[in-house]
């Protein structure tokens, strides 16, 4: 008898195991149901998308100035691209669309920078973000000075709108939010008292609610020589609105943080914002980053309800085209624009909030 004390090299995998193959049968045709279920679900794909397609891109048209370009029977791009001005800028006067076009183009470079991981120096452009990206902004949009034309906010309309509301909205709701969620849980009684009431009122109303109030009884709470943008009164009502609900999603954060944390800082002798800026709200923000983004579409999203006060972001200025005798019949192609210029944005804040969870997944600390 011959015996063998050699390892013999391993066998490679089946075929039939491996690659796209392996692939297809583990994931769709790996029992009966599943196959079936697969089939089915490829005919409907097929009997959906297949003239989706057709009229969207093979049958569409592109290019043109009027109506009368659409002749292949499929999508008029042409609507899109004739009146692609209006959407961007609404009624801004077109010789100052540079000014929005350099607010676009410095957006487009910081977010890229603080995207970008090996961009150095990423706290100053933070700050740079925060502070000082949001008052030229101001002077750039509105004018009055510098030489610069006075251009009014009703002026204001389609995409530059819908981002000025949401990103004002984003960046004061959360600051707001924070300290709401840290006032519900003071100690204090009259603090706690007052936000958990702010909370659950503003939590309790409708969003076109708050825009009208906002715009009809704000000014009332103030004094006559005062006068309030309608403008400034929807992004008032925007901010205060979402950041009772962010306080619900940083409330949620810091109840996550185990009890240790605490004990710890307070053992250190920690002064109580030293605690939570240092130790705690750390912690609870890398939690709550999928509530947080999640908020933030949310409030995205909602610009579009700004319609009901007279103020044409992107969908009320689409509306508004739609209306026109010379493009009536074309509202599929101008809904399936605001839906797909909202989903790359919405997207777009989705994807690098995974990013962020998956570089800041340390763990958490000790109970």
Not at 1 to 14: E, F, R, S, T
Not at 125 to 146: H, R
Not at 202 to 230: C, N, Q, Y
Request: hydrophobic share 55%.
């Amino acid at each position: 008898m011959i015996v063998n004390d050699q390892k013999l090299p391993d066998l490679p995998p089946p075929a039939s195991t491996t690659g796209v193959v392996g692939w297809l049968r583990t994931n769709l045709f790996s029992t009966p149901f599943y196959t079936l279920l697969t089939l089915v679900t490829l005919y409907v794909l097929y009997v959906t998308l297949v003239p989706a397609i057709q009229w969207a891109f093979i049958d569409a048209d592109w290019l043109g100035d009027s109506r009368d370009a659409c002749t292949s029977g499929g999508a008029c791009w042409v609507f899109i691209t004739a009146r692609l001005d209006q959407f961007l800028y609404g009624f801004y006067p077109e010789s100052e669309h540079w000014r929005v076009n350099t607010l676009y183009l410095m957006l487009v470079i910081l977010i890229g920078a603080l995207v970008w991981e090996k961009t150095p120096k990423k706290g100053w452009i933070a700050a740079f973000t925060l502070i000082i990206f949001p008052v030229i902004a101001y002077f750039l949009l509105v004018g009055g000075s510098f030489g610069l034309e006075h251009v009014e906010t009703h002026k204001w309309g389609g995409l530059m709108l819908t981002l000025v509301l949401a990103c004002v909205g984003i960046v004061a709701s959360l600051p707001f939010g924070i300290l709401l969620a840290l006032g519900r849980r003071s100690h204090m009684p009259v603090v706690k008292s007052f936000c958990t009431v702010f909370i659950e009122v503003w939590r309790g109303v409708p969003l076109i609610t708050v825009l009208f109030m906002a715009s009809v009884m704000l000014p009332l709470f103030v004094s006559a020589e005062i006068e309030f943008d309608k403008l400034l009164r929807a992004l008032i009502g925007i901010t205060l609105f979402q950041s009772a609900y962010m306080a619900e999603v940083i409330r949620g954060g810091l109840q996550a943080i185990p009890k240790g944390q605490y004990e710890a800082a307070d053992a250190l002798g920690l002064s109580y914002w030293k605690k939570m800026g240092l130790i705690i709200l750390p912690q609870a923000l890398k939690i709550m980053i999928p509530g947080i983004v999640n908020t933030f579409i949310a409030l995205f999203k909602d610009t579009s309800l700004v319609l009901i006060i007279g103020l044409f972001d992107l969908l009320a200025i689409v509306q508004a085209a739609l209306a026109d005798p010379k493009w009536l019949g074309y509202s599929v192609e101008g809904y399936v624009f605001v839906a797909f210029a909202f989903w790359v944005f919405c997207f777009g804040m989705s994807r690098y909030s995974q990013h962020l969870e998956r570089k800041l997944h340390t763990g958490h600390g000790a109970r």
